[in-house]
């Protein structure tokens, strides 16, 4: 090859199928050959050939046949995309496909108040539930963008935030009526939850779904609505927390179900899910301070004036709702439950911490929201308080907060100018009002016709709806929300292996698994409809 010549490398093909994988994977640090080098090798190899000819040829290739015969399967070549592969294998379930998700946002519709818990209010929760599922698998895998453009294309976010409403009007005037009704005697309390829990799941998945500018601004209208319902989560929350009420989590087991004092253990069950509700509020009003640039004008007024939610979260920051001290140990609420937190980490910045404290910059730091808060004496002396919080430790987890050290010192020593009062015509929330006009009068009416024609369902009519909501809470997509990997049942190692019959144990070696099977053996055979005879794991 002449000198200064070049050289091109040889092009590597990416691989489009991981089944049958096409590509040529060089090995690492490999040098590759030049074109020159592989078209000379060629030529030789060529003119080789050429020279064999004859029984010499036939013979060298009965022997070639004969080797490859004999020879054993070669294993399959490693390919540069079989980690991608065994990674999508051990991924768990995957998310909806599009046009399954397509259906589920295009069914999404209004339901009345006195329909809430029937056949068609059902299928609405389930198409609910799947997309909020499929919202959390997508977010975790940052491919959320397919759901986003559906709830905006199809205009479903003014659609769940009146279904979040109409559920919490059922739980303030229908639910109580349920409880009080001394001959409503039901013989499972599992429908009545689903309805509770209706309100966590959109909630939810409005959580995950807010986080991006589009879907808050094709709420519309409707944000109003949606800013006065956290409003409503978050003084319940603040005013708990004052006056020194703690909330602890409650287990519902299927004996409390069936016992006589059902609806009493629902009762604390819905109590501790309102606390959880309020703190999904909070994240979805941080996301919507978050785009105070593109909000209605009336959005902007309703919170920094009408609800004066600056001084509402300086609440939060004083009282701290997701905190408490129980025997003497710090105890904080996070990924859905209560945990001690160790000493060494008491100073440490939860993810509610962090919300407050973003949903502060957001609101107070804007020009546009300085220009319309009004600083007097009250709310300069609620947001003075925030000096306190504001320590060395506190501003190295968010250095943002330099920025509002430096606004409350300016604040302290200056007065402020009033808001400017411009006449404009102010947009009000409709969804609560109207829903509120329209029952009026007939709440009771309304619980004693739930109670007839849903809340009292025949056991075939109860078989048929467990067997509906088994498919929609699968095993293998709940594990997979699961925040914590699951736990070796003998010796609680992080465990892979789960019991093949009945799916409700996990193992970590088969080791482990043979030592547990005469205790396990009992509930695995009641689970799995196998006979008592089956002695072996």
């Known amino acids: 090859m002449a000198a200064g010549a070049r050289v091109s490398p040889r092009r590597v093909t990416p ?107 059902l299928r609405q929760h389930e198409c609910v539930e799947k997309l909020n599922m499929h919202a959390i698998l997508s977010a975790s895998a940052g ?32 639910f109580p009526v349920l409880c009080r009704l001394e001959d409503f005697k039901p013989r499972s309390t599992f429908p009545i939850y689903v309805v509770l829990h209706h309100e966590a799941s959109i909630i939810n998945l409005l959580e995950t779904v807010f986080f991006h500018k589009e879907i808050c601004e094709s709420a519309e209208d409707s944000i109003l609505d949606l800013i006065d319902y956290c409003h409503r989560k978050l003084t319940l929350l603040a005013a708990r927390s004052a006056n020194g009420q703690s909330v602890t989590p409650v287990g519902l087991h299927p004996e409390d179900l069936a016992s006589p004092s059902s609806m009493q253990e629902l009762q604390k069950q819905a109590e501790m899910m309102e606390f959880e509700i309020s703190l999904k509020a909070l994240s979805v009003l941080r996301f919507i301070t978050d785009q105070v640039e593109s909000l209605p004008l009336s959005a902007l007024t309703r919170m920094l004036n009408t609800h004066n939610l600056p001084c509402l979260l300086v609440e939060l920051v004083e009282h701290c709702p997701w905190s408490c001290r129980e025997a ?66 506190l501003m ?88 914590d990997k699951p736990r070796c049942r003998v010796c609680g190692a992080e465990a892979a292996k789960r019991c093949s019959r009945c799916r409700n144990e996990w193992y970590c070696t088969r080791a482990c698994q043979v030592q547990h099977w005469q205790k396990h053996k009992a509930a695995c055979n009641l689970m799995a409809g196998a006979p008592r005879s089956v002695d072996d794991p």
């Open 396 to 483: 190295d987890q968010l250095p943002n907060l330099v920025e509002m050290q430096r606004f409350l010192s300016h604040l302290a020593v200056t007065e402020p100018a009033p808001p400017k009062k411009d006449l404009i015509l102010e947009q009000v929330p409709i969804i609560w009002d109207h829903i509120l006009k329209k029952n009026t009068g007939k709440w009771e009416a309304i619980a004693k016709h739930q109670v007839k024609r849903v809340f009292s369902p025949t056991e075939e009519e109860l078989k048929l709806q467990a067997r509906r909501w088994a498919q929609t809470y699968s095993l293998d997509m709940m594990e997979a929300l699961a925040p």
């Open 143 to 174: 491919q959320e963008q397919l759901l986003t453009e559906l709830l905006v294309t199809y205009a479903k976010i003014p659609v769940l935030i009146g279904e979040l409403i109409s559920v919490e009007i059922w739980k303030h005037k229908i």
């Open 328 to 393: 003497g140990k710090l105890k904080k609420f996070e990924n859905g439950v209560w945990h001690v937190v160790p000493p060494e980490d008491q100073v440490k910045m939860t993810k509610l911490d962090g919300q407050v404290w973003l949903a502060l910059l957001n609101l107070l730091l804007s020009p546009e929201c300085r220009r319309k808060y009004h600083f007097d004496g009250f709310n300069k002396s609620q947001l003075l308080k925030l000096r306190a919080f504001l320590t060395d430790v």
């Open 15 to 121: 691989c489009v199928s991981v089944s049958v994988c096409v590509c040529v994977c060089p090995e690492p640090g490999a040098p590759l050959r030049p074109r020159s080098l592989l078209r000379a090798a060629r030529g030789r190899h060529s003119r080789r050939r050429r020279t064999t000819t004859g029984p010499q040829m036939f013979l060298r290739a009965a022997r070639g046949r004969e080797r490859r015969r004999q020879r054993p399967p070669p294993p399959p070549r490693p390919c540069c995309h079989s980690d991608a592969a065994a990674a999508m294998a051990a991924a768990g379930p995957a998310p909806l496909l599009p046009a399954e998700a397509e259906a589920l946002v295009r069914a999404l519709q209004s339901t009345e108040l006195r329909d809430t818990g029937g056949q068609g209010w």
